[in-house]
């Protein structure tokens, strides 16, 4: 089958009406590292369907999924119930078209309707929607909401934020054309210094951050009503039950990667953007939101609420462009919490915290190795290696470990630096292999 459907005639017409000479011509705009350089991308040679396969499968096969992780920096290997999949892959809901058109099923909306609920109350804010497409989205999306709120051209993000995130938020702010202030870290926490230039919209910082370390919620949040701001908090859902709730602790907004619920690790996918507010930003909450209400009849129904997005609204009057959810992603990460509950939800984030503190404490001892913060952590934490992190990594893979993520590229602060993410998961024998592994590396190196 011919998956080309342009002739040369045909690419000739078009180049012409556009005034153009070539195709070269008409992808000069973009920069050098995005083009090829040589037309030929040093594909393979056609193949058969079968040689296809073959070649697919002997590629698959360069990725080896059996390494024990300690991998995290926002996408985390923790225990996913059997009964997650069983539900979530129901016909119901795999086949079903999303709730984009009024036309979506009751049982679909009802679960969304759910997962609302349980992400309203996990983050003891009253208002949730029905997810975007990921952490960083939903980050960008707080902003973009505070904003409009506030009318403001400025925002202050932690350095502690997610890498992504902060990026997100950076090439925004360049069309957007608002100024973006970063707030530092001093032993991992942030600093909560009032910002040069106008004042913010937002204050936007990591629950516990990207090192894992604990900030000081109310100096965050602190900081952000002293400046008119909005408090926005990037959590980690699967902490939620052992770490103070942003809404508790005074947050307007509330986001987060939402992959640990209800998702494996799947080389860098599928992704959850979490999302709460406060009531009276209600109408301002990206996406849509499912409602449930009472017919005449006196029969419960459910209806997508409201929808900000200028394809639904008058353009002016629009507070989103986002156009669609993580349906399928979002149910899966309510029948997780809900099959865990509170107590499932709070023993998880209890046994992640425990294992990695009992593993920093074997590291710290190794010769060479230090803790790259003193602040208190939760179930992630840096340490600093007298050795390149990834030749360590590459070393540790041969010992059967994915050791963690190198921090030094995205934190220059940290050089050295090696992330490093324990779950509930982790037993005492893979803690302590991982340690005695990495001693005997370092002493190699």
Not at 384 to 409: K, Q, S, T, W, Y
Request: with cysteine.
């Amino acid at each position: 089958m011919d998956f080309t459907p342009h002739s040369e005639g045909d690419l000739a017409r078009m180049l012409s009406v556009l005034g153009l000479a070539s195709e070269s011509e008409l992808f000069a705009h973009l920069p050098d590292g995005v083009a090829l350089a040589a037309p030929d991308p040093g594909l393979p040679p056609p193949m058969s369907e079968p040689e296809l396969m073959a070649h697919v499968d002997t590629l698959a096969a360069r990725n080896s999924s059996r390494l024990i992780c300690f991998a995290g920096g926002g996408f985390y290997d923790h225990h996913l119930p059997p009964v997650v999949r069983a539900l979530s892959s129901r016909p119901e809901f795999v086949t079903s078209y999303t709730p984009y058109q009024s036309e979506a099923a009751q049982g679909v909306l009802q679960a969304l309707w759910e997962y609302q609920s349980l992400i309203s109350t996990i983050t003891g804010l009253p208002v949730a929607n029905a997810s975007l497409y990921d952490g960083a989205t939903a980050g960008l999306e707080a902003v973009n909401l505070a904003l409009a709120e506030t009318g403001r051209e400025s925002v202050w993000v932690s350095r502690g934020v997610h890498p992504r995130t902060r990026q997100v938020i950076a090439t925004f702010a360049r069309v957007r054309d608002f100024e973006l202030h970063e707030l530092p870290l001093l032993d991992g926490r942030t600093v909560w210094e009032a910002g040069t230039g106008p004042p913010p919209a937002a204050v936007l910082f990591s629950q516990p951050n990207h090192l894992g370390v604990i900030e000081d919620y109310s100096a965050a949040v602190q900081t952000a009503h002293l400046a008119g701001a909005l408090a926005v908090a990037e959590v980690d859902p699967m902490l939620l039950g052992v770490l103070r709730r942003p809404g508790d602790a005074g947050c307007d907004l509330a986001v987060g990667e939402g992959q640990p619920l209800g998702s494996p690790l799947s080389f860098g996918g599928p992704a959850l953007g979490l999302f709460a507010a406060s009531r009276p930003l209600m109408r301002r909450v990206p996406g849509r939101l499912v409602g449930r209400t009472i017919d005449s009849s006196g029969r419960t129904g459910y209806t997508l609420t409201l929808r900000t997005r200028e394809q639904d609204i008058r353009r002016e009057k629009a507070s989103s462009n986002i156009c669609t959810n993580q349906t399928l992603i979002a149910i899966a990460a309510a029948v997780h919490l809900a099959w865990l509950g509170p107590e499932g939800l709070a023993s998880v984030g209890r046994q992640s915290v425990a294992r990695a503190h009992h593993l920093a404490h074997r590291l710290s001892a190794i010769p060479g190795v230090r803790l790259g913060v003193g602040s208190r952590f939760a179930r992630e934490f840096p340490i600093l290696l007298p050795a390149d992190p990834e030749v360590v990594i590459d070393r540790m893979a041969e010992r059967g470990f994915l050791a963690g993520i190198p921090i030094g590229g995205d934190l220059p602060e940290f050089p050295g630096g090696l992330l490093v993410a324990v779950t509930e998961k982790r037993t005492r024998e893979q803690l302590d292999g991982y340690a005695q592994a990495l001693e005997e590396v370092l002493a190699d190196a």
